[in-house]
């Protein structure tokens, strides 16, 4: 059977065109032609949705969580900045940023992975009890800063992650429902065009009976003409 796809023959008796891929701008992956690299529009399907998931899907949920990791640095860096570390003179503060963002990778600063006396837990300097900047920093854990001031960071990473979930727990459920209609029709077409194993058997029963039945009666025929011409034409001679 043929078979074409976005307008155009990809399968035509006994000819065929071959698909291929190539990467495009923003880590997305384009369907084409491999003849003439012509694009081709996928349909609903796995091959479809494959795209639509590396194209579309993934990319939204990474730009929600680099929106979330974005306002969560500028927070911490911010309160951070304007702290002490123990071995700070005083003065104005050092301004230390605890995270950088180095070609779009976060990390913690070097200086204070290799000097951990220079986190900026005190707002006041030369005071090694004071650990009101680390209270600061603990706090954005519940402080509304996100969506304009209605959400924490907790609530709005728990968001994120249940918003996932509900997607993943949809699809599945989607295939689950598109499996089942699958097999429905399915049974239905075996039913209209398909051979019944029980139905199949029974006819065999049926006609072995009437072979059966056949045989007895040829037999019986075949004993009465025996009878008829080899006996009662004895009778006088």
Partial sequence: ADVTLDGRALVDGQNYEQLA????AGGNIDVVWASD???VTLPPGELGSLQRVNNHLIPDVQAKFDEFFTA?????NAIHQNGYGMSDPAGPPPGREFFT???GIYGVNA????DPQLIAAAQNAGQPGDNTNALALASLATAKTMNGGTTSFNEHYGFLVAGIGSDARRVDDALANR???????ENQRQSVAGVSLDEEVANLIK?????????????AADQALDTIINRMGLVGR
């Fill in 37 to 39: 690299n012509a694009a």
């Fill in 179 to 185: 499996t089942a209609y699958v097999g429905y029709l």
């Fill in 21 to 24: 891929s190539q990467p495009a």
């Fill in 72 to 76: 969560l640095v500028d927070e911490v």
């Fill in 207 to 219: 006609f072995q009976h009437a072979y059966q039945a056949a045989a007895r009666a040829m037999t």
């Fill in 111 to 114: 200086a204070l992975q290799a």
């Fill in 101 to 103: 963002v180095t070609g």
